[in-house]
DNA sequence: CTGAAAGCGCTTACAG
DNA sequence: CTGAAAGCGCTTACAG
């Protein structure tokens, strides 16, 4: 199926020349000067003269030397690594975790930060991987996400003086830094931009009251229709799915008189409703408005395209890990920072007279 | 927005207890014997009495102590961590990522591993990012994606003698560890499907030759086509995208007569095929079959849903980390495993006559 | 079976 | 400005 690698693989491997890692004492031997001052002209320049200086940074180049991760991380109390607990899975979607760990991962380089990975450890005490990795000194602090009310993990970290910093607000005085995405801002932008469209009965498609991103969707939605002088949306709660989708626009267009203008907190739930109007002969964009959130792949391949508001996740984990960057160099005064998301409209927000 | 979270905050941070986390000192003071007997018990519990090792433990338990990474590392020579490079944004799609992030972290975290990211530097050696966690000794070894033909990562890993397996071959002689999927299986299951729905003319939207997945996918679709005695397809490359898809098809349906059935190596061109059809007038599942490749969310979504191969992300992680950890501790046989994609069937396969 | 000692590769006071 | 020394928290020969 592949004959073109074969024959050339040896080309690649030319004898394991495997030059065994250098170490501070190679450099120092090599530049004729003590460990102490290799270590010195490496980590604070000024303190050294420009000649030993120069010497030094010759012999690093020629042994292409990198100070030891461990040995520095022992000595300094610094592992240069954060620590990042995976979404679960089925928090449905996650159709943005790609770009979400890019910019950390990017930022974090940036930084001389690597992120370490972990997984929620299947039932259990969900703090127990904290834990874990706090005791056994494996990273410098966290990068929180899937942050909810009464998020046991702040409490803990907190309490052990680890930094972190976390993708969304728990209440409003929170005493710890965090970046969020103003949920309520992007719901609030569909509404206005159907209410320009001409629509005036509104449904809204949500999940369970309870939850903090849940919530602050739907509050954008009430808020606008209140400021535009519209009566509130009809709503529909359910969980994240395509049938669920379907059933609550169902559900909704029961009404009399139905809504011409369908919001959800979610894309999945938005195309199943795209998917049930046609079934039910109504043509999305003209007899029925439909708009989602996250902008998933799915929403611009959906018929028709779907319009979604997407979440700045490239600009959201830079600013978490420059954030975090800032807590682990001193910088100790809670910041937040409060992102605005964009509202991407395509054809399936139109009708609406 | 949320007054929830607000007074109870304080509930959870019952002062700050910050034990600073004990050393194996502490242990070994609480349980009344040397350091190095404490490693042991921990180490190599078979070398030290029970009546000691009991003791030790239970001091261990008291203190909640972890021996520290940095520390274990410095003189095992071990990080207990291990690299992996987050594939390219731009590699579109990318639907998988998250479930194949997932399994690697959870099969390291049973091997008391632990995954580190790390992203490839816009332009310049592709090496670079490798080299430097090799020379700072920051892991252990690497698990490799997106290997390609004549991939410059494993002939540098390779001399230098660092652990690594590829998700993916190269070759068919390929001296090192790899797990692949087997691209050629899933399209020719597709084919084969088609064909007991009773179709013989075959297109098949390609992406350019020379890309080891592609052309896999390619040949499956070619030789299953042979096997079944059904004239080749007429093949359109193309890059990845909804516009792409429908211009491929387009092409595809003017030959003539037109094929009945279209093969896709990737899902984004299957979709953007079924959207050019419906625009066409015909109907798939009907009138004109279609294929897709990977069962990226949107397949699921799409009108009619998309019949797709789907791999086993989730399985393919977990090999990698399984066979990397053998490795790590003596193994060093390259081995390989090929795993086999399913094909699953949704209405947009239909049609045949 | 147990412990004293050396050492992993660094950094950081501390003298000079 | 430079270097000798101590020490970060472990593990691993090596004696006893």
Same mark, same amino acid.
């Given at each position: 199926m592949d004959e073109h690698g074969a024959s050339e693989q040896k080309t690649f491997s030319p004898r394991s020349t495997s030059s065994p890692r250098s170490t501070i004492k190679d450099v120092s031997r090599l530049a004729g000067v003590s460990v102490a001052t290799v270590s010195k002209a490496l980590?604070?320049?000024?303190?050294?003269s420009e000649a030993t200086r120069e010497r030094v940074l010759e012999a690093v180049r020629a042994l292409d030397y990198r100070p030891n991760r461990a040995a520095r991380g022992l000595v300094g109390? #610094?592992?240069y690594l954060v620590g990042y607990r995976l979404p679960s899975v089925q928090a449905a979607g996650n159709p943005t975790l790609d770009a979400f760990l890019h910019s950390m991962v990017e930022a974090a380089a940036r930084h001389g930060l690597e992120i370490v990975l972990s997984a929620d450890r +299947? #039932?259990?005490?969900?703090l127990a991987v904290y834990e874990d990795m706090v005791r056994r000194g494996s990273v410098d602090g966290f990068i929180l996400s899937e942050t909810d009310y009464h998020d046991p993990r702040i409490a803990y970290l907190s309490d052990q003086g680890v930094p972190f910093v976390a993708f969304g607000r728990t209440s409003d005085d929170d005493t710890f830094s965090w970046v969020d995405v103003d949920g309520a801002a992007g719901t609030a932008a569909a509404v206005r931009h159907l209410v320009e469209q001409g629509h005036e009965r509104f449904g809204l498609i949500a999940w369970p009251e309870g939850s903090r991103t849940g919530d602050a969707r739907v509050s954008g939605v009430v808020e606008a229709l209140e400021v535009a002088d519209l009566p509130p949306p009809r709503i529909v709660r359910t969980v994240n799915g395509l049938e669920e989708g379907r059933a609550a626009l169902r559900e909704l267009l @029961? @009404?009399? +008189? +139905? +809504?011409t203008a369908v919001v959800t907190v979610q894309d999945t739930l938005a195309i199943g409703a795209l998917l049930e109007a046609r079934d039910l002969g109504l043509e999305v964009g003209v007899d029925l408005a439909v708009t989602g959130f996250d902008d998933i792949p799915a929403a611009e391949m959906a018929s028709p395209p779907l319009t979604s508001v997407r979440q700045p996740f490239d600009r959201v984990g830079e600013l978490l890990v420059d954030m975090l960057a800032r807590r682990l160099t001193g910088h100790h005064e809670p910041e937040g920072i409060l992102v605005t998301p964009e509202l991407i409209v395509r054809a399936s927000s139109g009708g609406g007279r």
């Open positions: 980590n604070t320049p000024h303190v050294v109390k #610094r592992t +299947p #039932r259990g005490n969900p @029961a @009404a009399e +008189p +139905p +809504p």
